[in-house]
T-cell receptor
């Protein structure tokens, strides 16, 4: 059972470098999401996509970009990483945009030095 | 979406029922109550949700008060593997945002 697959599991990155976190789902879910989780701040929505070809901004979108070229993939790109982007990133999906039942990946731990 | 209040932590003895409360006194008529949990270092996991009727599935039961201002998640026979942070979330059905608060850290003890 795959569900949601995130890569890499963890990464250490120099500030200023470009980084893409990958997310793939095999459930044919329409909606996908990227969250970041920081100690004391909980999970915060970065970007989302209701369906292939569309994206939207969440609570903390600055410094991040996403694309949704097909149903399965939803990569998150940091164009020029900064230390404040050190976090654990979770990708999630739901069958429909209106569904509150999200399936989460195992997370990508990113450290920006 | 309405704000929720949960105790920061709770303990439960293994094999006993774990009752996790959530206050959502400003909930609107079209907002659902969702529960998720996050086991250490893993992604959050959906547990259950409801609007006004009590709900039960293979993982838990959700009891929502008649005025809908509070709810309780019940794990009927807690195991050590139920140790996790439990999040109560109130959300409009058509909304995109799931807003996670601080949650309740449940520690199941032998």
């Amino acid at each position: 059972i795959a569900g949601i697959t995130q890569a890499p599991t963890s990464q250490i990155l120099a500030a200023g470098r470009r980084m893409t976190l990958r997310c793939t789902q095999d459930m044919r879910h329409n909606a996908m999401y990227w969250y970041r989780q920081d100690l004391g701040l909980g999970l915060r929505l970065i970007h989302y996509s209701n369906t292939a070809g569309t994206t939207g901004k969440g609570e903390v979108p600055d410094g991040y970009s996403v694309s949704r070229a097909n149903t399965d993939d939803f990569p998150l790109t940091l164009a020029s990483a900064v230390p404040s982007q050190t976090s654990v990133y979770f990708c999630a999906s739901s069958l429909l945009r209106d569904s509150g039942e999200l399936f989460f990946g195992e997370g990508s731990r990113l450290t920006v030095l | 979406d309405a704000k929720t209040t949960q105790p920061p932590s709770m303990d439960c003895a293994e094999g006993r029922a774990a009752n996790l409360p959530c206050n959502h006194s400003t909930i609107s008529g079209n907002e659902y109550v969702y529960w998720y949990r996050q086991i250490h270092s893993q992604g959050p996991q959906y547990i259950i949700h409801g609007l006004k009727n009590n709900e039960t599935n293979e993982m838990a039961s959700l009891i929502i008060t008649e005025d809908r201002k509070s709810s309780t998640l019940i794990l009927p026979h807690a195991t050590l593997r139920d140790t996790a942070v439990y999040y109560c979330i109130v959300r409009v059905e058509a909304g995109n945002m799931l807003t996670f608060g601080g949650g309740t850290r449940l520690m199941v003890k032998p």
